[in-house]
């Protein structure tokens, strides 16, 4: 009759051995894990960054017709050719104002420092605010139309029922004469949406005064 191997209890308290390579397995799942991680981590910082640094490009280059700022007006003065500037207005869903041009469209000397309003009125029974967005079409024109002052640098608090007008006083730049692609431009159209802030930033209604009517810089 055959006999069973015996076993001894030392033999059966003593852990089972591991597989070669178990240890070196976890070790490089973590490494991998890690590396995900950061590949993650670092598409989520670069989605923030992308927006700040698309909004410096085109503000820099008037690239998607992105208007430019000026501090005074050009040194070169008016030029003989004439430019029309058409004027458009928008407001997003969503935000009770009547917005619009008190003049649809003007024609200017290119170099000619102009200013211009529209009128805003909020139709609520509560203080709103809003901040515009704009560009000029078209779009290759950004780098020219520079801004000398604008409500759409700031954002705008009215309060229940107030009418406002708010001035842009801008020129467009003698240089694009010196572009030959624009040789044929007849017409430049500036155009504003408002879209509601949702969490505005507290201050005085009184800040429109700035906005009156003050004529051509």
């Known amino acids: 009759m055959n006999q069973e191997p015996t076993i001894s209890q030392d033999e059966r308290a003593r852990p089972a051995a591991r597989k070669p390579g178990t240890r070196r397995g976890l070790g490089r799942d973590a490494v991998v894990a890690s590396i995900c991680g950061g590949v993650v981590a670092l598409m989520v910082g670069a989605s923030y960054a992308a927006v700040p640094f698309y909004d410096w490009f085109c ?42 041009p008190e003049q649809n469209e003007i024609e200017v000397n290119i170099g000619e420092v102009t200013t211009v309003f529209y009128t805003v009125t909020n139709q609520a ?10 560009n000029v079409a ?10 000398i002052n604008c409500f759409c640098f700031t954002e705008q608090t009215m309060a ?8 842009v ?19 430049i159209t500036l155009s504003y949406t408002f879209y509601p802030v949702k969490d505005p930033v507290v201050k005085p209604l009184a800040s429109g005064e700035n ?7």
């Open 59 to 100: 503000r820099a280059t008037g690239f998607n017709g992105t208007t430019q700022v000026a501090t005074s007006a050009p040194a070169t003065g008016p030029i003989a050719r004439k430019i029309s500037v058409r004027f458009d207005s928008n407001v997003a869903p969503g935000l009770p104002w009547k917005f619009e």
């Open 160 to 167: 229940p029922g107030e009418k406002r007008e708010m001035p």
């Open 125 to 134: 029974a509560r203080t709103t605010a809003a901040q515009a967005a704009y």
């Open 138 to 147: 078209p779009l290759t024109v950004g780098a020219y139309f520079q801004k």
């Open 169 to 187: 006083v801008f020129y467009v730049d003698p240089s694009i004469a010196d572009d030959h692609e624009n040789d044929g431009l007849n017409t």
């Open 211 to 217: 906005d009156k009517r003050k004529g051509n810089l």
